[in-house]
Each structure stands twice: as structure tokens, then as C-alpha cells.
């Protein structure tokens, strides 16, 4: 089992920046995947930035450029740090952990970009 607790989330003006942060424990040598997914509402969650254990980044065509994901693997930590915020930014972003075996998701942080 792994868990995830994220931090980090709030309001934010368009434009601004935010730095969500994502602490792991538990079953963390099986992990071999972390990112950073959002959902916003009334649409499907969907996966914006994973970094693997090997240093491989991938992220989303809506946030390349602007986001940012990183590991502190000293403290089990993933972040996403989040530039020119745009207001359809405006989701629950959740950590995501992936195993051989499952996917695990945090609780959810919510991001709000509004002036």
C-alpha cells in the first residue's frame, strides 16, 4: 500500500503561480511512476505531468512549458510547480503513485485560478 498526501493548493489570480508538493510513504519501493492528474468539474480526470524513477518527464499538451514536476527522492516528495496559470486550470489535482500492480491516488488538492 501507498499513501499520498498532497499540499499546496488554493487561489491563485491568472497568471500567477502555484507549488503543489506530494508526500509518499508506506510500499514506496514498488513505486516506480509519480505524477500530478486534475479533474475539473463535469469532466474526467486526466493525467498532466509523471516523472519515473529513472529521471523520464512527460506532460500534457495544455501544460508544456508552464509546468514543471520534480522528486526529492531524500524525502519521498513530488512536486508540480505551476507558472502562467490560466483560469480552465481550475481543477482538484490529485498525486498519483504507480506500482506493477495499481495506481494510487491522494486525496485531492484544489487549485483555483480566478481574478
Known amino acids: 500500500q501507498v499513501q499520498l498526501v498532497e499540499s499546496g493548493g488554493g487561489l491563485v489570480q491568472p497568471g500567477g503561480s502555484l507549488r503543489l508538493s506530494c508526500a509518499a510513504s508506506g510500499s514506496i519501493f514498488d513505486i516506480y511512476a509519480m505524477g500530478w492528474g486534475r479533474q475539473a468539474p463535469g469532466k474526467q480526470r486526466e493525467l498532466v505531468a509523471r516523472i519515473t524513477n529513472g529521471g523520464s518527464l512527460n506532460y500534457a499538451d495544455s501544460v508544456k512549458g508552464r509546468f514543471t514536476i520534480s522528486r526529492d527522492n531524500a524525502k519521498n516528495t513530488v512536486y508540480l510547480q505551476m507558472n502562467s496559470l490560466k483560469p480552465e486550470g481550475t481543477a482538484v489535482y490529485y498525486c498519483?503513485?504507480?506500482?506493477?500492480?495499481?495506481?494510487?491516488w491522494g486525496q485531492g488538492t484544489q487549485v483555483t485560478v480566478s481574478s
Open positions: 498519483n503513485a504507480a506500482t506493477v500492480t495499481h495506481a494510487y
